[in-house]
């Protein structure tokens, strides 16, 4: 239990360099989706001691699914500061100072407090020359516009990130984009993305409620 809390601890911290996107609220996606997984992927014929407990195994590999991406994401993050303990002298790597920034920033996220984190990745923004780090930055930017529910920033922030064409964060970003047009109420813009969620990610995390988004709608 202790080696799950550090590695969650530092995976939420510590995401400059992560191979993979950091799992996001499925019910703060998909709120009328919520609990209902489950039991759609229960038989109808098992009984209801058989479908508890199916229940709890498909919770209990969720879990552990998750635990996995979690540690994949910290030996990322692993690798990347290996790589900067590595430089040359005349190579300096991202200053500690927007380091810091972002550190700070991403602490105040997962406390809720997505004002300051948004002030503190804007100076994140404004300071570095790190492409990746400045990408990372406006991923959580367009997530804390998102759960502030200003979905109209969101999707200029996500919208930007998309156009450079880089692989940081662009799961995550694509499904945010389609939620947050969903939630405007574009429902064209919205079944845009998810389509080119799932065409790009058949097989994710999200695919399955995305599928039942554009189901829903048709």
């Not at 550090?6 to 191979?19: D, I, P, R």
């Not at 380091?99 to 920033?105: D, G, I, K, P, V």
């Amino acid at each position: 239990m202790k080696f799950l809390c550090f590695v969650c601890s530092l995976t939420c911290f510590a995401t400059l360099g992560f191979s993979q996107d950091p799992m996001l609220d499925m019910d703060m996606l998909f709120p009328e989706w919520a609990g209902r997984q489950d039991s759609v992927m229960i038989h109808q014929h098992v009984s209801e001691s058989d479908a508890s407990e199916s229940v709890s195994l498909e919770t209990l590999l969720k879990r552990i699914e998750r635990l996995e991406e979690e540690v994949q994401q910290l030996k990322g993050f692993l690798e990347k500061r290996q790589q900067v303990t590595e430089k040359k002298p005349d190579d300096p790597g991202i200053p500690l100072i927007e380091q810091q920034l972002y550190t700070r920033a991403l602490r105040h996220f997962t406390a809720g407090d997505y004002g300051k984190a948004a002030e503190l990745l804007r100076q994140v923004r404004d300071n570095t020359e790190d492409k990746e780090l400045n990408l990372s930055a406006l991923y959580w930017l367009g997530e804390c516009a998102f759960r502030q529910d200003n979905y109209n920033e969101a999707v200029v922030l996500l919208q930007e990130l998309l156009s450079e064409k880089s692989e940081v964060f662009r799961e995550n970003a694509l499904i945010l984009l389609a939620v947050s047009f969903r939630n405007l109420g574009k429902q064209a813009e919205s079944n845009h993305y998810f389509q080119v969620y799932l065409k790009a990610y058949p097989e994710s995390r999200y695919s399955a409620l995305a599928r039942k988004e554009l189901q829903k709608s048709q």
